[in-house]
Nanobody, 123 residues
Framework: QVQLVESGGGLVQAGGSLRLSCAASGRTFSSYATGWYRQAPGKQRELVAAITSGGSTNYADSVKGRFTISRDNAKNTVYLQMNSLKPEDTAVYYC?????????????????WGQGTQVTVSS
């Protein structure tokens, strides 16, 4: 397992941008498919974006064209650039490493998780 620490959350107005970072310890991080999940109050956790070790990406329909996931393996860090934020993007965002991919589905059964970072978008 790896240790993950998220940062970059905060309060932003609708239409604004934030960049989340997920810093990992462990030399095997670069080999893990990694994703960003979010959970809003009263709602189920959902996968927002994922990236394979090779850099292939996948996005939830609700964020396509607005969010970009990327990774810097030299820095053991995965990023989530969030643009054109909407109030409905308000949630706690979590980083998860070592996802299992089957086609277009991703499973966090054996994933390591960060502590989460709050993103609040005001209208």
């Amino acid at each position: 397992q790896v240790q993950l620490v998220e940062s970059g959350g905060g309060l932003v107005q609708a239409g604004g941008s934030l960049r989340l970072s997920c810093a990992a310890s462990g030399r095997t991080f670069s080999s893990y498919a990694t994703g960003w999940y979010r959970q809003a109050p009263g709602k189920q956790r959902e996968l927002v974006a994922a990236i394979t070790s090779g850099g292939s990406t996948n996005y939830a329909d609700s964020v396509k064209g607005r969010f970009t996931i990327s990774r810097d393996n030299a820095k053991n860090t995965v990023y989530l650039q969030m643009n054109s934020l909407k109030p409905e993007d308000t949630a706690v965002y979590y980083c998860a490493a070592d996802l299992i991919q089957h086609g277009s589905s991703w499973y966090p059964d054996f994933a390591s998780w960060g502590q989460g970072t709050q993103v609040t978008v005001s209208s």
